[in-house]
């Protein structure tokens, strides 16, 4: 029995994935589900765990400061885990309107596997000292020796490069 486009679809976040997984003939992109959908379960979990654990902690505490800072923590948590699916969701929408474009799909896997390696970036920026490797390296020297601040830099930037090529490539 053949399925027509609408039983194929997805309906939200996780039917998107493996239609995604489905839809797209690359293989790069088809790896790139597998891996930035555990990431995005992971990062989502230790952000929802860690949440639980400032919640606990700032329970005694009154409105104010820790009520804008709980919502902050959600802020970024989900600053870090919406950019590791927008790939597959870019791709599953892509094939849902009927194009099927291994290069979009390439680009994209592409795109993702950069904002994972910035994610990892940004988290050697912004390590403290007293958690910093010694003999690390001469790469993860310079970046220890950048303001801490900066950490974001590399995550946002290629945030923002993934909707620009989604701009381009559509």
């Keep these: 029995m053949s399925e027509s486009v609408e039983d194929r679809s997805y309906s939200g976040l ?21 891996v930035g959908g555990f990431l995005a379960f992971a990062v989502g979990a230790l952000f929802s765990l860690a949440l639980v654990v ?26 870090a885990v919406a950019p590791l699916v927008a790939p597959v969701l870019f791709v599953a929408r892509h094939h849902r309107h009927g194009t099927d474009d291994v290069r979009y799909d390439r680009w994209f896997a592409l795109s993702g596997f950069l904002f994972i390696c910035s994610l990892y970036l940004g988290a050697v920026i912004t390590t403290p000292p007293d958690q910093q490797a010694a003999n690390a390296g001469v790469l993860a020297d310079v970046l220890y020796a950048l303001p801490r601040p900066l950490g974001v830099v590399p995550p946002l930037a290629v945030a923002t490069g993934m909707y620009l090529l989604h701009r381009r490539l559509r």
């Excluded at 239609?19 to 589900?33: G, H, N, T």
């Excluded at 400032?54 to 600053?79: M, P």
């Design 14 to 34: 996780f039917g998107a994935f493996p239609y995604a997984f489905r839809s797209s003939r690359s293989r790069l992109f088809r790896l790139y589900v597998f």
């Design 54 to 79: 400032l919640l606990g902690g700032t329970s005694g505490a009154g409105a104010g400061t820790f009520t804008f800072v709980r919502s902050l923590f959600i802020v970024v948590g989900l600053f």
